[in-house]
């Protein structure tokens, strides 16, 4: 039993709170309903007393006692509660419970049993006449929590039998390894005396798997049942497959991240833009308000890249192409990878239902050394893929393909007169669905991130001044006296002829023309 001085202190020395609390601990201590190892474990700022930080503070931030009692639902069933304001535990303990209330466990707990029931209704549950070996692949290094929880019941939640593991363990100093030999499981360990990066320790997998695939597989991986069935029959039943990634879902966060619980971690990437570093980069595909069974991502479909967290992957292939590139050190090489089966014309694919939680933020911690490394990758990634991605990403939008990118066309216009020209061309590239942004001042040079061509009607702009990506497109409308040095293209016309005939001889081709033309003479790969 706490001590009442203590119980002061914490109210601030206020003394009728303090016996309030007093009272309270009592009755709560004794309940089972709240739980010191999961409060202080889910909750980084209780210090001292758990149950003390409870009463004093934790229910009023909202706080959770335990995952069998969710205080946000008591007090919504129960606004009477809430408007006493009274500790809400306390009140189920002492009086709700007698006056037939009742409550429920944590949300937390809910909705997870909720998303696992729905997606069952989702699965195919393929039949196979043979069913092939896969190699799963996991790193580790210290995570003997993330195996825990990766593990249980890890046979039942696969609906697939054919399966050998491989773990790399990167110089654990906690009981991982002795964990793994612990398990009934068909499992190999690579015991290595330095933490290899992501890259080497998949690859010396690979070199040992005897699966016709693998399964690259992160420790931080939280499955639910029939995901490796999911992943298999996808990869099997789709001609020019190589790789199969699966829709991971954000576990429930206490604090920090909070909004993005249970909401889509990955469902398939797609490429952003962005000035610096210089030019692209991966996003996950879907927006992340999406509800997990969304018509969008209960079904399989083509993408670019899929993340190497959860990556089902022909062995041959992968060895043909050499595997993931090691010059990575924990960072786009996944990304990388897929790129390679692209540009081979191998298939990816996203399997909607192959369902997982991926408790990402527990495992990747910003320190000096991610910073550090992230340059790094990013600058072997945009060395080897800049122009491949900046060209596939213009003819992309060109067409509107939405594969690399489920963004429109920008193009912003430089001109000093706003005239009917003007008008007339950024109305039908808007009709093109393109985006069009104008600007006037000549002395505004920002153009911004998400330009990708810029077309200039008049050769006064200060081309050396402008804010943008280093891949922007420029184009001159020009006459005869226009200097075009600088520009990527310079398309012409008499000045003196009227919009409507500009608009009939299809300026808006010719400037189509023009640029395919500068993407495949000037992205050379």
Known sequence: ???????LISSRFDYKKSLRYHKYYS????????????????????????LTHYLGRGYLEGKLPSLDFDSDFYFTAYPDVRRQNINPLYHYIVHGKNEGKFTQQAFSIRRREEIQETNQAFLSNYKFDDEPLVSIIILNRDGIDHLKRLFT????????????????????????VSYLKSLDLPIKIIENDVNVSFSKGNNDAAKIANGKYLLLLNNDIEPTYGWLNELVGTILYNDDAAAVGAKLVFPFYYNANREVSFKIQHSGDIF?????????????????????????????????????????VDREIYMDLGGLDEDYIYGLEDVDFCLKLYKNKHKVLFAGNALLFHHESSTRVKSKNYFKNDKHNYSVFWKRWGQFLSKHLLLDKIHSKKFFTEKNLKITIISD?????????????????????IISDLNNNYIGNSCDVLISFTDKYDLNRIISRDDLVKIIVNDDNSDT??????????????????????FTQDFLKGLEEIITDSYEF
Do not use: Q
């Open 1 to 7: 039993m706490v001590s009442f001085i203590r119980l």
């Open 27 to 50: 009755a709560i201590a004794g309940s089972g309903l709240f739980d010191e190892k999961f409060y202080t474990e889910t909750y980084d700022d209780v210090s001292g007393d758990p």
């Open 153 to 176: 019941d890890f046979d039942n939640k696969t609906n697939y039998s054919n399966y050998e593991i491989i773990v790399v363990d990167n110089d654990s100093k906690d009981d991982s």
């Open 272 to 312: 952003a833009e962005r000035m610096n570093p210089c030019c692209l980069y991966a996003i996950n595909k879907s927006n992340s308000k999406l509800d997990v069974f969304d018509n969008s991502l209960t079904k399989n479909n083509h993408c670019v890249a899929v993340t190497g967290a959860v990556m089902l």
């Open 417 to 437: 007169v706003n005239n009917e020209l003007i008008h007339d061309i950024s109305k039908k590239f808007n009709d093109m669905n393109y985006t069009v942004e």
């Open 485 to 506: 040095s600088d520009y990527d293209l310079s398309l012409s016309f008499n000045k003196d002829v009227s919009a409507d005939i500009i608009i009939e001889n299809d």
